[in-house]
């Protein structure tokens, strides 16, 4: 019974937030212990990846980033197109709320880090950071504090978070894809191309789709672009539709199969290799700079403010609806959630300031991020934890008084 329980436990949201959480606190005591040194050294050590003719050499904070982060951004790309085609995203009517959400919760944060960083003369580049949200850490603490709320708030929270990792995929190919070779990326669009066409046609094996994936991969890391925005492509180009000899979805198959990996290696070592940070030195006047206050401020106000003030504008125009069964204090705690930005601030905070890992824009970026996460996680977990409460409480009356009938 026990083994059971873990193992039902390991499959919950919960679980994999809970892996994301130690991860970083991992990175933090590492990197302010006597192994800080070596933590950082390591991040910093170049490998080599050669197959053949094939060669790469990239330091490990790299190969996290490019390399591993691609299968996140693959797997991101599984669940846009499958809820675009099969989910909540087919139904233009339920789009529109967490959609204007969405962008609500993109624009504002980027106006409150403006008007922070901007007037303190803080650097321009890093309003794109606190306009991520991170679906994992998100849902994590919804499942924990939130098990007695409408499930509807689940379905906003996670149509919302995809449009808003699809907005953060495009910020990321307009911003951080420059200096781009021609010809690497012409072939790989190619390759998508081809791939598009043969699955039309007929039925392609499974090797295909891992040394299509991995060749595509190479070709965008030689071309300049960002791999993230090649792994969604990617992924626009798995079929959904099931296979007659064994009616399975390759689509659904690989969200299946890439999954575990994704939330209980990928995104924890990403979180390990990112979140350190060395308070060595550091200094009150040293940590509050216009960088840092801006991503912590853009997360924990402006994300708040956006997506509750467009979910509330869409119901006002009669565009959208409030999820089915909930409150509006329930929605703001929700909205609360999505200023947890975590691994995908993390990710552009890499991408807007690309140098060393313990260089000071990046120490800023991972203090703000934390800052405004950490303030946006706690917030929203009580809000929804006495929201919970109170519905419980409601729930328990009323079925006092049913029974008193």
Not at 27 to 42: E, H, M, Q, T
Not at 117 to 145: C, E, S
Not at 287 to 310: E, N, S
Request: charged share 15%.
């Amino acid at each position: 019974m026990a083994r059971r329980a873990t193992l039902e436990f390991l499959r919950t949201e919960a679980a994999s937030g809970v892996i994301l959480g130690l991860a970083a606190v991992a990175a933090l005591i590492v990197a302010n212990s006597p192994l800080a040194a070596d933590y950082f050294g390591w991040l910093k050590s170049e490998h080599v990846l050669q197959i053949g003719p094939i060669r790469l050499e990239e330091s490990v904070s790299d190969w996290i980033k490019e390399g591993l982060m691609a299968i996140f951004f693959l797997v991101v790309g599984l669940e846009i197109k499958y809820e675009i085609m099969r989910g909540e995203l087919s139904n233009p009517r339920k789009l529109a709320t967490p959609v204007l959400a969405a962008l609500g919760g993109m624009v504002a944060p980027a106006l409150v880090y403006l008007a922070i960083a901007t007037p303190m003369g803080g650097p321009h580049q890093g309003w794109p950071i606190p306009l991520a949200t991170d679906i994992a850490f998100a849902l994590a603490v919804f499942a924990l504090v939130a098990r007695k709320l409408p499930a509807s708030l689940r379905v906003f929270l996670l149509t919302l978070a995809i449009v808003d990792d699809l907005g953060a995929i495009v910020l990321i190919a307009a911003l951080f894809s420059e200096g781009m070779s021609w010809q690497p990326a012409v072939a790989a669009v190619g390759l998508l191309v081809l791939g598009g066409l043969l699955v039309r046609w007929q039925r392609v094996p499974a090797p295909f789709w891992v040394l299509g994936f991995a060749l595509v991969w190479y070709l965008t890391v030689l071309s300049g672009l960002s791999t993230s925005l090649a792994a969604v492509a990617f992924a626009a180009i798995v079929p959904i539709t099931p296979r007659r000899e064994d009616s399975q979805s390759p689509l659904k198959e690989a969200m299946h199969d890439l999954h575990p990996y994704v939330a209980y290696l990928v995104l924890p070592l990403f979180a390990f290799a990112k979140a350190g940070v060395s308070f060595a030195g550091l200094s009150i006047a040293s940590a509050l700079t216009p960088l840092m206050l801006g991503i912590a401020a853009g997360l924990f106000v402006g994300k708040q403010i956006g997506v509750f003030g467009f979910a509330w504008l869409a119901t006002a125009l009669r565009i959208g609806a409030r999820p089915t069964g909930s409150t509006w204090l329930q929605l703001y705690g929700v909205s609360m959630l999505c200023g947890v930005g975590f691994t995908m601030s993390l990710f552009l905070g890499v991408l807007a300031f690309p140098g060393a890992v313990d260089s000071p824009e990046q120490v800023q970026v991972k203090l703000g991020v934390l800052l405004g996460s950490i303030l946006s996680a706690v917030v929203g977990a009580l809000i929804l934890f006495a929201v919970g409460r109170d519905q419980s409480a409601t729930n328990a009356d009323d079925a006092v008084a049913d029974g008193d009938e």
